[in-house]
């Protein structure tokens, strides 16, 4: 099974709540579109946790584009003093920042900033629409539209794409007041991923709407709560 999530930001126990809900196994893969990092306590601990398992693959949102140019900023002003780098980058972190290692830097900077398979595109905040309302070719958008979209998430945003757009960024909570993923599909009755148009990912975990996640080849939602109840429930 294929699952897509997004904007896990630090929740680290939560998301292995998550896997254990939709008893993720080495068969699986789990695409994560972007912010991992920052808000909540774990963000190094899930950070490293996701870097070290092969089955999961990783884009950057913009809280990672955001570290990586601090980390750039400290590297131009590092006067060969690579201890003070990695420190000053620990500090980054509040809660758990002594945990961060060259690894899950060297590791960020090889992340890509989209997936495209064969029925969709992970993105993390959206992709540059043109008037003609088709999507700019994937290949031309610059790292940061893909991270800091702000019109994409937008109901009436709906472009004429063969593919289903996955993203987040935003907390799908701020459009509809739930902490739910939220679908646009084509067609009244949707059976596979290709019916729908974009899917919102982004359920407001920093807001306490916990983590979620779809599966690709069901279309089921899988939540894992702030308080660990757990639910079920088919995309429509």
Not at 186 to 207: A, C, M, Q, R, Y
Request: aromatic share 14%; charged share 25%.
């Amino acid at each position: 099974m294929i699952y897509v999530c997004s904007d896990l930001h630090g929740e680290y126990e939560l998301f292995k709540k998550l896997l254990r809900l939709i008893g993720f196994s080495q068969k699986d893969e789990m695409i994560i579109c972007g912010d991992i990092l920052d808000k909540g306590t774990g963000s190094v601990q899930l950070l490293n946790f996701i870097s070290n398992y092969k089955n999961f693959s990783f884009i950057l949102g913009n809280h990672e584009h955001d570290f990586l140019k601090y980390y750039d900023s400290l590297m131009r002003n590092r006067n060969n003093n690579y201890d003070w780098v990695l420190k000053k980058l620990q500090e980054y972190f509040s809660t758990d920042g002594e945990l961060l290692s060259w690894k899950h830097i060297d590791w960020l900077e090889e992340q890509p900033y989209y997936i495209e398979r064969e029925h969709f595109i992970c993105v993390h905040s959206g992709i540059p629409i043109l008037s003609s309302n088709n999507l700019v070719e994937i290949k031309d958008v610059v790292a940061n539209q893909f991270v800091y979209d702000r019109k994409f998430k937008e109901p009436t945003v709906l472009p004429n794409t063969e593919k289903c757009i996955f993203y987040g960024h935003t907390p799908s909570v701020y459009l509809t007041g739930v902490h739910e993923i939220i679908a646009y599909p084509k067609v009244e009755n949707p059976k596979t991923i290709s019916d729908f148009i974009k899917i919102h990912l982004d359920i407001g975990t920093w807001l306490g709407g916990g983590v979620g996640c779809l599966c690709i080849n069901s279309l089921q939602c899988f939540y894992v709560t702030a308080k660990g109840e757990t639910h079920k429930k088919m995309l429509r």
